[in-house]
Each structure stands twice: as C-alpha cells, then as structure tokens.
C-alpha cells in the first residue's frame, strides 16, 4: 500500500486547509484509513479515522471542527480542517491499516500562524 499526502501549507489561525491522501497498492482488505499528526517534541497523535463503511472517529481536539471523509471510487481520503489554531501546527501523516498492519504516507506540513 503506497499513500500520496498533499494539502499541507501556511495558514493563518481560523483559517482552514484540506488535506488529501490518495491509495495505491494492494488496497484489499484496507478497512481502515485515518490521519494522524505529529508536533515537534510530540508523539505522533490521532487526528481522525474512518472505517470503510463509513465510520468515524475524532480525536477530541478534532471534534466539531475537523470533517474526515473516503471517496471510495478515487482511493483517496480527506481531511477538512475548519477554525485552525496554532496548536494544530504539525506535520499530518495519512494511515492505513490493511489486515494489522500498518502503513503511512510521507507527511504533509500544516503551519497555523498566530
């Protein structure tokens, strides 16, 4: 399973960004596909999953002002991010988990100025 993030950037606080990863490989039995993120100094953190039929879950940063979605047709998954702080400022890495494993895209960096 290859992923292909794309979408990070500058913004300024209240702003919002929309990332993007798109899927490729051996994506049967990908059931399983979220974003997480990672702040200098920090651990990697959940952002957001979603199960393929739909499911989701946020983190409770994230609620309320963060919208994951799945475009099964195109392989690709979405991040809206609405009302950005500058606590958001992190590199977001895309995920997928294909039977137990884990696999990740690259990083994208969002930048929340003040």
């Known amino acids: 399973v290859q992923l292909q993030a794309s979408g990070g950037g500058l913004v300024q606080a209240g702003g919002s960004l929309r990332l993007s990863c798109a899927a490729s490989?051996?994506?049967?039995?990908?059931?399983?596909m979220g974003w997480y993120r990672q702040a200098p100094g920090n651990q990697r953190e959940l952002v957001a999953t979603?199960?393929?039929?739909?499911?989701?879950n946020y983190a409770e940063s994230a609620k309320g002002r963060f919208t994951i979605s799945w475009d099964h047709a195109k392989n690709t998954i979405s991040l809206q991010m609405n009302s950005l702080r500058p606590e958001d400022t992190a590199v977001y890495y895309c995920?997928?988990?294909?039977?137990?494993?884990?696999?990740w895209g690259q990083g994208t960096l969002v930048t929340v100025s003040s």
């Open positions: 995920n997928a988990m294909r039977y137990t494993k884990p696999y």
């Open positions: 490989g051996s994506l049967f039995a990908v059931d399983v």
């Open positions: 979603i199960i393929r039929t739909g499911t989701t």
